[in-house]
């Protein structure tokens, strides 16, 4: 499908979809427990590949209503995939299960789409081999097909920081059902930290104990997954509230009312920060979890995207329309996800009319508070870059084409839509 965007104002309510981050740990901690109810489930592309692997390992996955899901564990046990599992456009998935699946006594196979068999998975497949477990690429380059086989007995490993937090959080998920346990000493810096974080709170509420230790983290095995009253709800999603927070701060002088923004350890939380002092009017009731935002008239800011990755594509955007140099830095990893998105947004920016510098680690806008030249762009398959494209074209002079726009369903169902009922002109086209 491409999306043709007309320039427009936004204005009313709007809901922030449930965390993607958070569904995907809920739904693979209910597998490991004996089962558990998933309130306000993110049903998605993504989460829903994570659901597929839960069926596949011996739990059940059933959708009760729109974001309520029951499910039926593998209490600990995952039982060898009776079927190749297919992680689709999903690096939580692949990661997370791929762990998993070395508890089992068996091989299991791993793939994805074009994009998910682009992305490092070689420290993740060494750190089970270091633990007992058999991993390896069948194109022996560190991407998948996967085969792994397991049971892996646990212990210690170590593992670099800087390519992605979730082998930690696929080995703390895994260790903690193993009987030595997992002790993780990191060889670089931990980007992405806050999601490890993620990982500790959703654990704790399954009654799952890990922690922080001075070179890693670690987890005791023979534990239980137990969440209280067998249930776990999932906060909203700041990944995706960031498009309709910027698209107030870019398009609203009436103002954008955002719900579901309640405070959780989601590291994305800091988008709320970043529209404020680039000069948008922001109010965060976080008892209430609503947000109002205002557009104002922007101005270059220097962030770090270390914590933060997926907020790239959203701050460029922002960027290109404030006025003064925006400099992203701190964004290598952010070239390893479902596309390299600081190039992507350099490239598709750039067909607008945006001058950037893109180096290895760093993203500079030299925005403009003149607009942006509507055009057509690609979605480069990939949620974010979309979305965050989808912004540009609310300001750009005369329309703006994504081409390949049907991929939000990875992250935001219905985004298009949400973006409908606060206002915007939108057009669809079967591709
Ligand atoms: O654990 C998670 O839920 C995620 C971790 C981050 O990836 P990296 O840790 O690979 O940077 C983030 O980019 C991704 O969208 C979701
Ligand atoms: C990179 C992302 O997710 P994943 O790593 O799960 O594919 C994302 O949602 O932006």
Known sequence: MNVTISPSSVRGTVRAPPSKSYTHRAILAAGYADGATVQNALWSADTRATAAAVDLFGGEVERLEDATLEIEGFDGRPDVPADIVNCENSGTTMRLVTAAAALADGTAVLTGDESLRSRPQGPLLEAIADLGGEAYSTRRNGQAPLVVTGPIAGTGVSIPGDVSSQYITALLMAGAVTDEGIEIGLETELKSAPYVDITLEVLEAFGVEARHTDDGFAVDGGQSYSPEGREYAVPGDFSSISYPLAAGAIASDEGLRIEGAQPSAQGDTAIVDVVERMGAGVDWDRETGTIE??????????????????????????????????????????????????????????????ETTEEQDSLTIHGSDSMLEGATVDGCDDHRIIMALALAGLVADGETTIRGADHVDVSFPGFFETLEGAGVGLEREEA
């Open 293 to 354: 935002v205002s557009a104002g008239s922007l101005e270059g800011i220097e962030v770090s995207v270390e914590d933060t990755p997926d907020l790239l594509p959203t701050i460029a955007t922002l960027g290109a329309v404030a006025d003064g140099d925006t400099y992203i830095r701190n964004a290598e990893h952010v070239r390893y996800k479902e596309t390299d998105r600081v190039n992507a947004m350099a490239e598709e920016l750039g067909k607008l009319g945006v």
